[in-house]
């Protein structure tokens, strides 16, 4: 199992451009969730999948969408990207609800916004 | 809105010694708290979970404690080897709101 994958590791954008990040996992769950991570800050939930096909909004979603086209893969795109969205990526799945079992990681993907 | 406080300063101890990383929570108590480690440049990996009617949780050389009057969960490493210097982050999952909530974490820095 490769586990929890992420696409591309690092990447720098220009102010306005536009990227798509993409999470794939490997273990057939049901939850995914995109994090950021900033110094101090800790991880901030941005958007989440409670299921194929289903979306929701977290902490900070403002700037970023998302989708969950297959069951094993989670995008978030940044249509328009911004110096504030200069930080660390993670990608995370679960089986069961977030908090009840283990949380499995990417390795992540570090964007700087020019 | 709930908030998470941990250590901010890093923590520096002598190998062998037991490490005690503090987390602590204000409102409501969660139903479940968590714990992982984040190494440099890599994602966080899961070491423990405890319920809200656990008072303690054990694994190897970790030890967890969870006290819902104090508002705060304890994290000790016992025997503290150099490898076990990383940044620890505890989590707080609650009902209501069916997401984790992280702490900013705490980096534990583990000499020879």
């Known amino acids: 199992n490769a586990g929890v994958t992420q696409t591309p590791k690092f990447r720098v954008l220009k102010t306005g451009q536009s990227m798509t990040l993409l999470c794939a996992q490997d273990m057939n769950h049901e939850y995914m969730y995109w994090y950021r991570q900033d110094p101090g800050m800790g991880l901030r939930l941005i958007h989440y999948?409670?299921?194929?096909?289903?979306?929701a909004k977290g902490e900070v979603p403002d700037g970023y969408n998302v989708s969950r086209l297959k069951k094993q893969n989670f995008l978030l795109g940044l249509e328009s990207a911004a110096p504030s969205q200069t930080s660390v990526y993670f990608c995370?799945?679960?089986?069961?609800?977030?908090?009840?079992?283990?949380?499995?990681f990417g390795p992540g993907t570090r964007l700087t916004v020019l | 809105s709930q908030k998470i406080e941990q250590n901010s300063e890093a923590l520096n101890i002598q190998e062998g010694k037991t490490a005690t990383l503090t987390c602590n929570y204000t409102?409501?108590?969660?139903?479940?708290l968590q714990w992982y480690r984040q190494d440099p440049g890599r994602g966080p990996v899961f070491l423990l979970l405890i319920r809200e009617n656990e008072k303690e949780k054990r694994k190897e050389r970790l030890k967890v404690t969870f006290d819902t009057t104090l508002k705060q969960s304890l994290f000790h490493i016992t025997a503290s080897q150099p490898a076990d210097s990383a940044t620890y982050l505890c989590a707080l999952f609650y009902n209501q709101g069916g997401k984790l909530i992280f702490g900013q974490g705490t980096e534990l820095s583990v000499k020879p």
């Open positions: 999948s409670v299921g194929e096909g289903t979306t």
């Open positions: 995370a799945s679960n089986l069961g609800l977030a908090g009840t079992d283990t949380q499995y």
């Open positions: 409102n409501y108590s969660p139903a479940y």
